[in-house]
């Protein structure tokens, strides 16, 4: 039975969870996931966990806030709460995205035609809880009831809610149960974003209450402005990274491989997300054979962030956002290079170059391109020899949603895959009204307690099926099939989705990036870029 | 009577004007936001909207003069206005509801412009409405009026009983909702009970228009649908201090966010504005923001507090 959760309940007084997910009621999958009796059980919270942390929304904990020991604590919290709430509304404080965030504060019309369009309320078998208008309605609630300082006739005419500090962690919890895919905004008669409401939300948590996912604060936006990169690696580590990724690139494909550091008057300065270089090195040291033999004058930055294009402050905070992005630019304003192309990292892509356009302004307002322009232009140009029949192998294309709905980013991908793989096929729907791959907004990087558990029977379900559709035709161990994601997040949801659901192991389905792709067809290098092992 | 009527219908409209404006005006006078842009974009190359790209498909894309391209802006814009397609597409069984009430409503505004030019012509130019020309008049907009009422009522209900029955609605609907609907349902049927019952003596609807433009105040306006046009007449002050205002904040959502692709160049008005912006001192407590509100967004992008600590 689905449970029948009411906005109210989110200001229930006790701990226990809104709602409780089994996979029986979960959206159905294809073969060969279509026995929920045989797939995985959920970890429960341990008892720790749940004496310690707030986690009274579901099954999982994303962000672990720390329980209040007392009443006055929880008060004290709930005031700084509302005190962030309205601060997001004053330009001073938000003048990032105040105009969008008040629209879709007035505008909505509770019409939930938004609903059918969020894969996470989908696959979780129209769960109340993650309708997408369901924050965005405790949210707006708040707006006129708190900012508005609404009374009797404003609660009547927009609905009330009672505010108390399980509202306010249970709502903390709830911004990170939304990819901000925005597929819900695109479908929006009015032009009402929820994702937005939850992108805002999220910011008021960190900005005001210091609350935010430690794997995208700690561990991401200040670690990368600590030392360099969100991996923790140094502009020395990364630089003898890359030294030992040249050696194997030359070795496996034949061809020497020598990556430019610090090339003052550089055509392009290449900035990758630096999580490539330490899980799929493969993917840098495609881009360092491809870029060479197509005779382009590029560079990577040693600079701090220059050489990581992560900018996890897209998710939760315009601080980190701005301060990360102007890294960005300043790396490049030093060398003096022409323009920043980024690697295959869906976010970076959007946080610089769209995102960042009204941040960077002056000298720092560089220049910014995707790689899938300038790989488009190498292939279909024919700056390098392509052999398509070494790509004789079924292959789909996954669409970042950063890059492709929410930059336009649509077609350079599709150009370069039609040309180098023969047995290519779409998944459905593509393109803008792609589905997420669930580990967006962060996700793919947030493992803790059971999240995971969560990520990939919930967010990542849609996608699943999508995958699996795609490959329907050839659903055959011995045959090989590649799964091309242009993005550092997503192939990290995919990699650990995959495993957990034996789908390498027991149907040979692999994912890698484009690039992989152009130099696996590449006739100058050896046969067999892609090894079609488990990495 | 008619007094009351012609009051109602002037403060009415003058409510409506003054509400929408000041409106439309908090959200144009809103900083400008980071993009936030949805795909497609309509007014981009018509060959990339096609597959919802974007100028950012185009190597060296700055290097390119970047076509605004309006017709097709107004090729999806239009279509949407008139006969909601996003709703067509992605929610047709409440398009079915809601498509006829919109529609309804759009054919009323349509009807009443016709009268408003059909008195005044009968005021200024009463020989010329004398005529077939007076006929058509007439005929236009009884049909066009009686339409619209006809479908907008039929719309609210519609809405009304799917608000109150759908599983899918239910848990988001307040009583203001429910009101709403009932307002439109109530005004527009006292309205057309008025009309139809009003007796052979009373004003027709075009006199009624001419009464207002020269505040006729001997017009007798019958008790029933004199009440009904000053229900009309408090709603229309309603509709802009509401979220059925969407009207206007659709303008904005749509060109202001989902389709602003604008792109920031050096010495444009764009970063003039952002300068502006990043003088602007907010507040935030968490720490690490490093606000006080003494500090600038400019002091704190470019401050990294973590710069030359260790790991």
Not at chain 1, 17 to 35: A, F, G, Q, R
Not at chain 1, 324 to 343: D, E, R, S, T
Not at chain 1, 354 to 370: H, K, M, Y
Not at chain 2, 140 to 167: C, K
């Amino acid at each position: 039975m689905k449970d029948k959760i009411k906005l109210s309940d989110m200001s229930r007084p006790d701990r226990k969870p809104l709602t409780h997910l089994v996979n029986e009621e979960l959206m159905p999958l294809p073969y060969p996931l279509d026995s929920p009796e045989k797939d995985h059980d959920w970890k429960a919270l341990t008892e720790k966990v749940v004496g310690s942390v707030e986690c009274g929304l579901d099954d999982t904990c994303a962000i672990n806030i720390p329980q209040p020991k007392t009443k006055e604590e929880e008060d004290e919290l709930v005031k700084k709460f509302l005190a962030g709430l309205d601060k997001l509304f004053t330009k001073e404080n938000n003048w990032t995205f105040l105009q969008p965030l008040i629209l879709s504060m007035e505008h909505c019309a509770k019409c939930q035609t938004c609903s059918d369009a969020c894969h996470i309320y989908e696959a979780s078998g129209q769960n109340e809880m993650y309708r997408p208008t369901f924050r965005s309605e405790i949210m707006r609630r708040l707006y006129f009831k708190s900012v508005k300082h609404g009374g009797v006739l404003s609660a009547w005419q927009h609905g009330d809610i009672e505010i108390n500090w399980p509202l306010v962690a249970r709502l903390a919890e709830l911004a990170y149960r939304c990819n901000l895919c925005r597929r819900c905004a695109q479908t929006c008669p009015i032009g009402a974003d929820n994702g937005l409401v939850a992108h805002e939300l999220r910011k008021l948590f960190s900005q005001e209450l210091g609350i935010n996912a430690k794997e995208c604060h700690d561990n991401g936006s200040v670690l990368q402005l600590k030392v360099g990169s969100s991996t923790g690696m140094s502009s020395l580590v990364v630089k003898d990274n890359i030294e030992f990724i040249d050696e194997d690139m030359t070795e496996k494909t034949g061809i020497k491989v020598e990556t430019p550091w610090d090339v003052e008057g550089a055509d392009v300065l290449l900035i990758h997300n630096a999580g490539e270089i330490m899980a799929w090195p493969e993917n840098p040291g495609a881009f360092a054979v491809i870029l060479n033999a197509a005779g382009i004058k590029w560079t990577l930055s040693s600079e701090i962030a220059g050489y990581d294009s992560i900018n996890y402050g897209l998710w939760y905070d315009d601080a980190q956002f701005a301060r990360v992005a102007i890294k960005h630019a300043q790396a490049a304003k030093k060398l003096g290079v022409k323009k920043i192309v980024l690697g295959e990292c869906g976010h970076a892509h959007k946080a610089l170059s769209v995102i960042a356009d009204r941040v960077l302004t002056g000298d720092l307002n560089i220049p910014r391109e995707s790689s899938m322009t300038l790989l488009r232009d190498i292939v279909m140009n024919d700056r390098i020899k392509l052999d398509p029949s070494r790509n004789d192998f079924p292959v789909t294309l996954h669409d970042p949603c950063n890059m492709v709905r929410l930059m336009g980013v649509v077609e350079p991908q599709r150009e370069v895959i039609r040309k180098i793989c023969p047995q290519f096929r779409e998944m459905w729907p593509h393109g803008v009204d792609n589905y997420c791959c669930g580990g967006g907004s962060g996700f793919a990087i947030m493992s803790g307690n059971n999240f995971q558990d969560w990520r990939f029977h919930v967010a990542g379900r849609k996608k699943m099926e999508q995958i699996l559709n795609a490959f329907q035709d050839c659903m055959d161990p011995s045959i090989n099939k590649y799964l091309c994601a242009p993005c550092s997040n997503c192939k990290g949801q995919f990699r650990d989705m995959l495993a957990y659901y034996e789908l390498w192991d027991k149907q040979r389905i692999l994912y890698g990036g484009l690039v992989e792709l152009i130099v696996n067809c590449m006739v100058d290098a050896k046969p067999g870029f892609i090894e079609w092992e488990w990495h | 009577m008619s007094v009351l009527v012609y009051l109602a219908l002037y403060a009415g409209a003058a409510v409506f004007v003054v509400a929408t404006a000041a409106r439309a005006w908090m959200y144009a006078r809103a900083p400008i936001h980071l993009r936030w842009e949805l795909y497609p974009v309509p007014h981009e190359d018509p060959a990339k909207v096609k597959h919802g790209g974007s100028y950012f498909e185009d190597k060296d894309w700055w290097t390119h003069k970047h076509r605004y391209n309006l017709a097709g802006e107004l090729a999806v814009m239009v279509p949407e206005m008139l006969f909601l397609n996003a709703l067509h597409e992605f929610n047709r069984k409440l398009w079915y509801r809601s498509f006829p009430f919109h529609f309804g409503l759009y054919l009323l505004i349509g009807a009443c412009g016709l009268l408003l030019v059909a008195a005044l012509l009968g005021i200024f130019a009463p020989a010329l409405m004398a005529g077939a020309l007076g006929m058509a008049f007439h005929w236009l907009y009884t049909v066009v009026g009686a339409a619209g009422v006809a479908l907008s009522m039929l719309g609210a209900v519609g809405l009304l009983v799917r608000r109150l029955t759908d599983p899918d609605l239910k848990p988001s609907t307040t009583p203001g909702d429910i009101f709403n609907l009932l307002f439109f349902i109530v005004a527009f049927g006292v309205l057309v009970a008025g009309f139809i019952l009003r007796g052979p003596e009373a004003p027709g609807i075009l006199a009624l228009v001419q009464g207002l433009l020269t505040f006729n105040t001997a017009m007798a306006v019958p008790g029933l649908l004199a009440t009904g046009i000053v229900l009309c007449a408090l709603l229309a002050a309603y509709i802009p201090l509401t979220h059925m205002s969407h009207f206007v904040g659709k303008y904005f959502t749509y060109h202001d966010v989902r389709w602003n692709d604008q792109v920031n160049l050096r010495g444009s008005k764009i970063e003039a504005k952002l300068a502006e912006y990043l003088t602007y001192r907010p507040n935030w407590s968490a720490p690490h923001v490093t606000a006080d509100g003494k500090r600038t967004w400019a002091d704190i992008a470019t401050t990294n507090p973590w710069e030359g600590t260790k790991k």
